[in-house]
């Protein structure tokens, strides 16, 4: 009885098949199985996988519009901030250029005062001096003459007139001078 | 009976399954017909969940679905189809997942059978590849696209008469053949060699004088265990991007 | 599932191998000569796309390391071009199946 059962089960597992031929009832069950799926998967369960798929890529996207809009006001505050420093910059400049202008003419003001204070000074010393100079020299002459006079009217045991000898020694201290200085 | 002898199950033992009901019918429904129903039952059940939930930051189920539509929009059709290709996006995930949920449940403890090591189920995903690309030709195309095909442009004339076999062999013929025979060889080799390490260990454990050897034969199982993983992703990506490649092959014929 | 069949298999034999030796004789030799053609058939089918495949992804990985920015599109098309090539090992592999256990 076992031993029938064994052959039985020995024949039909005997029973050459190819293995690399497809069966008929296994080509069927994935046919359908596959068909199943595709049809499956088309119509109904990959649309909505796709839906979350592509809202979450538009919010992605407007996220990063969004960002970069804001990404650019920043751009556009940072230039306005810019050129307001530039502006103030040059503002800025302009006030020390003025100030140093300035100041660059009020220190050439009081130069020239002061210079022409000196200039004045300077001229009104050598005025003195030259007046004192005169007035010093004027009194040597006459103190020159008058001894010059009496001592040739000793000399010459006469009185001379000293306002004519005067004149003569005079006229020679000047030319004696203009012929020292010559 | 042999002792200690190394006795390899005849293939059909490996590959076969007896139907679970309806024996001998067109319908019989054995393991591999549960593997595939399964297969797509899973990923319908994914995406399912992943399109209720509508999380803004996705977790869980959901990004698992949402990163494999970006897999397949950003590996598969972006450099497979090229412009134009997002409405093929439901029929390549649908044979993406399909063929991954196939291919992995060869190594999944209590399935241990791939449903891709069996001719069906890489037949009727290459013949509908076939029928898809040839469709997708014909309609963009009308019937330039057979004779632009058959008779590329820039041949010379009495070339033709060996470049026109040639193109009608290559681009008619073994196109879904080998897609076919590519996924249900890699899974059927990866399924007999874990057959043939699983066999070698059962026989070490009841050989006493070789049972020291039996580690070794236990780690190159694991190791191709995590192979096979990486196996079934692989195969279900290429046959993915193969189908995609010959779909805008037919789209953009001038390429 | 497989377990059961081989153990079932493993004891029709015990019992029917004496009854039919000279039967099998034959289709036992047809079987050793398909075995060890498999064999030969699968392991002159693997060379050139041993080859084949280690080109490629030696090409693809200096392609890759001298422009790591391109390494996504490079790393595609490698799958295809591995994938093309593999095709040659695997029909191999089919010849195999069929010369040993059909």
Known sequence: MLAAALLLAAEEAKKTVNPILPVTEEIVWAAASFFLLWMLMRYVFLAPVMRVMDEREGRLREARAEADSASSGADDAVAAYNARVDVARVEANGIVAAARDEAERYRARQLAEANAAIHAQRDQASAEVGAAKAAALAQLRTQVAGVAVSAASRVVQKDLALDAQLQVIEDYVNGSIEGGTR | MIIGALQFPPIENVVEWPAWFGQGQAYAFNKIAFINLLAAIITIVIFAIAGSKKQLVPRGVQNIAEVSVQFIRNEVIAPGIGHGGERYLPMLISMFFFLFFSNITGIIPLFNMPATARMATPIVLALLAWVWFIGVGLKHHGIRYITGALFPPGVPKPLYLLVTPIEFVSTFLVRPFSLAVRLFANMLAGHILLVTFSVLCITLWGFKPLVAALPLSLFMLIALTGFEVLVAFLQAYIFTILTAVYIGGALHPEH | ?102
């Open chain 3, 1 to 102: 599932m497989s377990l059961l069949h081989h153990a079932i298999e493993l004891a029709s034999e015990a019992t029917t191998t004496a009854a039919d030796s000279a039967a099998t004789t034959a289709a036992d030799a047809k079987a050793a000569a398909g075995a060890s053609s498999a064999g030969y058939a699968y392991g002159l089918a693997a060379i050139g796309p041993g080859i084949g495949i280690g080109y490629i992804v030696g090409q693809a990985v200096s392609a890759m390391a001298r422009q790591p920015e391109s390494a996504g599109m490079v790393r595609t098309t490698m799958f295809l071009g591995i994938a093309f090539t593999e095709a040659l090992a695997l029909i191999g592999f089919v010849v195999f199946i069929l010369l040993k256990f059909v």
